[in-house]
């Protein structure tokens, strides 16, 4: 929990709802800071709880329109479909100028929060990344879902929540990193068999599991995994070269 006082009265930010919930069980609590009012707690973009302090409107420019805006222990905030209310606390709370772009801060940010890993769960397990964020926010504008899925799926945080998935999903088939070396390894050693295709689904198989470097993204890797059906992958394992095209095929798309 973090505390400041402004005026001597003290503010937080709970790291949690379950957090929140210890210190005030019967407090309503939007789900939506953006839709908050002044003075009400409000959930973050990364799950925290916090104090609406102010909520206004200030002139853009020398227009005669006007855009609002929150005030909260993190920061000022322009209310948009693209405002993003997340991470650290800044020095001055006072200011815009101090704040990082939302995107900036999203990307930069190591640590995943509970919403980012029940999200990196969803495609891990083939749901579409939209539908995902849907699912895993509190937001039902499927155009801020694409933007932020996109966003989420770019940083090294939830990329190695799915790299964990992917692997786990693979010790529970058996493809194990010791069990694909040693398949290469007697495909290498038998020099008389033409073996080409399981050679191939080997490769793109130790790729998916990061045993070497490449640039590919492991969203796109546990896309290519996911379209192996369970029959493709025992034929890999039993070297059947009549369902082994398939395997190939999956892999040139």
Sequence with gaps: MYEKAINGK??????????FRKQFPSEELYRDWKEAPEGAWAVTDDGQVLEILKKGEM????????????????????????TDLSGT???????????????KRRL?????????????????KGLDPI????????????????????LLLKTKRVQK??????????????LSEEWLLDEVRE????????????????DMLMKIRGMFPTSEQKTESL????????EQLKAIQKGDTKKLKSVEAEIEK
């Excluded at 606390?89 to 995107?103: G, L, M």
């Excluded at 509970?114 to 969803?122: P, S, T, V």
């Excluded at 929540?161 to 058996?174: C, R, V």
């Design 187 to 202: 495909i290498i050693e038998n020099r008389g068999a033409k073996d080409n295709n399981k050679l191939r689904a080997l």
């Design 108 to 124: 930069e940010r190591e640590k995943y929060n509970g919403r980012e890993f029940i999200f990196a769960q969803y495609v891990a």
């Design 59 to 82: 002139r853009k420019g020398q227009s005669n329109s006007y855009s609002p805006y929150v005030r909260t222990l993190l920061g000022m905030r322009i209310i948009n479909e693209h």
């Design 223 to 230: 896309t290519v995994f996911q379209g192996f059906t369970p």
């Design 10 to 19: 003290s503010h937080y930010i709970f790291q949690s709802e379950q957090a």
């Design 131 to 150: 539908d995902a964020y849907l699912r895993s926010f509190p937001t039902n504008k499927r155009s801020h879902a694409e933007l932020s899925a996109k």
């Design 161 to 174: 929540l799915i790299s964990q998935k992917i692997e786990e999903k693979m010790d529970s088939l058996g």
């Design 89 to 103: 606390p800044p020095k001055h709370i006072y200011s815009f100028s101090e704040n990082k772009t939302p995107t």
